[in-house]
């Protein structure tokens, strides 16, 4: 019988360092226990990444969007079901992502710089992009990357 691995989940974290800029890191979630979600279901591996409240709901950007300077409004996950779509940091990097790739909004409290306060985002293509966003209601971590293991 061979021991099952433990998952690893990467997503990007757009986040504020202590300066009040935007940065773009790639992180992995790698805590994961192999239990029931509820008795007599097959184990599976659970991840919790909050305890806080939540609020969920699916957005629908058009073909052509682009949000420009702004920040996220509360922390969040933010889930692409389809299309394609980019987040731009105040740093530069610009991060291109489509349909199963995560990217977890944190960047409140941020300084503007030469018009930049943020990000910038918008759609990829000729589609539009439908996005999960799970939103905390938990103040947001400053000068921390990769938040969640």
Known sequence: ???ESSPIVPYWHLWTDRDGISHQTRCTMTAFDKASIQPRAAAQWIGAKTREGTTVFATV????????????????WIIPLSGRWFVEAMDGQRV?????????????????????????????????????????????????????R
């Open 1 to 3: 019988m061979t021991a």
């Open 61 to 76: 950007l058009p073909a052509g969007w682009v949000g420009e300077w702004h920040e996220n409004p509360k922390p969040q």
């Open 96 to 148: 291109e992502m489509g349909p199963g790739e995560l990217s977890f909004g944190e960047d409140q409290k941020t300084c503007a710089v030469d018009g930049k306060r943020g990000h910038r985002s918008g759609t990829l293509g000729d589609e539009p992009v439908i996005l999960m966003i799970v939103q905390f209601d938990a103040p947001p971590a400053i000068a921390s990357a990769c938040r969640f």
